[in-house]
């Protein structure tokens, strides 16, 4: 099966000349120049195709074939994150993800990195929330081999003492940053309100005594109960095609176990109706106002996303960036936005301001959340929005990274290859009736919860 659409091709690899001089080496430099240019050429739109392919190995992907540059990129997600921290491990899944390139197979730390400079290969890891994210991105005549570290990092890390030591030690040094952090400090303890008995509510950074503790057996544990088969959602863009890409995804993925060893996670509502001042003697005051709101497959979705676009998400044309900053001058940044987890959905407003404004910042969200919940926005304004919305659209998919996480988010997220066809449609038809109903729905009756972090309060 496959799907067409419009959408720009990539127009950035993404590495710079200098990464890819250093190696490349002398000896390929004048390929990673003509591949420099072409890839920053820009392009017109064209029509591209996704592959739902299955291996022999009964593995799935979407493949995106694109032979304008001679590179490869692939995302990947494994289902399970930083929820899968067992109590007190808070951190874990996030050490995991800066460790599986710190060595693998025959290989150690330092000599697993120089294989992939000698190749031009990057290869990351992220623990989101619910899913864990890995990434690799290759010049094609390097495929094999870049599969093939690929293959070591998922399947055979080492995880041993001295790059997980390493690793522990650099999480460390930035956890104490942050506790220095507004910022960050209202987004922990927010988290912590929201969800007190849940492990949404946990840091998913972890703490230094969380960290500290962590071994090399508990990354053994936790790669066992995550790296496996069963809903592994792959996302390919670039020059392979399927015949030569099969075999390769089983070369990586096939020797996984069927089935993971996950901990089940419960649905949960936030808490609300709580406000708190974390006292920090910083120039000025962090702000973090909340409401439960919808997980991805609410039918109610896209009109609540319209709808937070208008209120908060437009960076510079929504009613809170004309009523705080704009009108009152209070914020240089203000947003709000939608958080659909697996288990829970979220709506946040998050801005920063002087101390002495800090009060009033927050009687200015509060009052626009109020004026959407009783009147919402007006014909023109949803017509902008829309506009808007449909028409930088396109933008998510002008480079080969860009395409495979909206092709990856898409398969996490429970959508077939259809849905790039017909998201603008459903945003185009959604009217003020719907958007009114979601902004009540999410809106209106429920106190939020709110924390600022900042100089103490008079």
């Known amino acids: 099966m496959s799907r067409r659409f419009a959408a720009s091709p990539a127009s950035s690899h993404g590495t710079s000349p ?30 591209m195709e996704i592959q739902e392919i299955t291996t022999p190995g009964g593995l799935t992907a979407w493949l995106v074939e694109d032979n304008t540059v001679p590179i490869v990129a692939i995302k990947f997600a494994f289902e399970g994150g930083a929820s899968q921290d067992p109590q007190g491990q808070e951190g874990l899944a996030n050490l995991l993800s800066t460790t599986l390139d710190e060595g693998a197979g025959d290989l150690d730390s330092q000599a697993f990195q120089t294989r992939l400079e000698d190749l031009s290969v990057r290869i990351g890891f992220d623990a989101g929330r619910d899913n864990f994210y890995g990434s690799m991105r290759t010049l094609t005549p390097n495929v094999d081999d870049a599969f093939e570290m690929l293959r070591l990092a998922v399947a055979e890390p080492r995880f041993d003492e001295e790059p997980v030591a390493r690793m522990k030690r650099q999480i460390i040094a930035g956890l104490r940053s942050e506790a220095k952090d507004p910022d960050a400090i209202a987004g922990r303890r927010w988290a912590e309100l929201a969800y007190p008995d849940h492990t949404y509510g946990r840091a998913a950074r972890g703490s230094e005594e969380s960290v500290a503790g962590l ?15 069963k809903g592994l959602k792959i996302a390919v863009v670039g020059a392979i095609d399927a015949e030569r890409l099969a075999p390769l995804l089983d070369s990586v993925f096939g020797a996984l176990p069927e089935a993971g060893k ?39 979705f896209i009109p609540a996303f319209v709808m937070n676009h208008i209120l908060g998400g437009g960076v510079f044309s929504s009613w809170l960036f004309e ?39 927050v009687e200015v969200i509060r009052a626009q959340m109020a004026r959407m919940a009783d009147k919402g926005p007006s014909a023109e304004e949803l017509a902008k929005a829309k506009a808007y919305l449909t028409g930088s659209y396109a933008l998510r998919f002008d ?21 790039i066809d017909e998201r603008n449609s459903l945003i185009e038809a959604v009217t003020l009736e719907q958007v009114r109903a979601v902004a009540a729905r999410i809106l209106k ?14």
Request: charged letters at 20%; zero cysteines; proline letters at 7%.
């Open 18 to 47: 200098m990464t890819l001089l250093t190696a490349l080496g002398r000896g390929l430099l004048a390929f990673a120049l003509v591949v420099t240019a072409v890839a920053a050429t820009p392009r017109p739109l064209a029509a």
């Open 215 to 229: 071994s090399p057996q508990d990354l053994k544990q936790l790669h066992g109960n995550i790296f496996a088969r």
């Open 262 to 300: 996950l901990t089940d996670v419960a649905d949960v509502t936030m808490t609300t109706g709580k406000m708190e001042h974390v006292p920090l003697d910083v120039p000025q005051t962090a702000i973090r106002i909340g409401l439960p709101a919808l997980k991805r497959d609410d039918p109610d």
């Open 323 to 361: 009523e705080v900053r704009e009108k009152r001058g209070l914020a240089y940044s203000v947003g709000s936005y939608l958080v659909p987890y697996q288990h829970a959905g979220m709506w946040m407003a998050v801005t920063g301001t002087r101390s002495d404004r800090a009060d009033e910042s």
């Open 399 to 419: 480079t080969s990274d860009k395409i495979a996480d909206q092709l990856l988010g898409l398969q996490v997220e429970g959508f077939g290859p259809e849905y």
């Open 445 to 458: 009756g429920v106190d939020p919860l709110v924390v600022t972090v900042g100089p103490e309060k008079g």
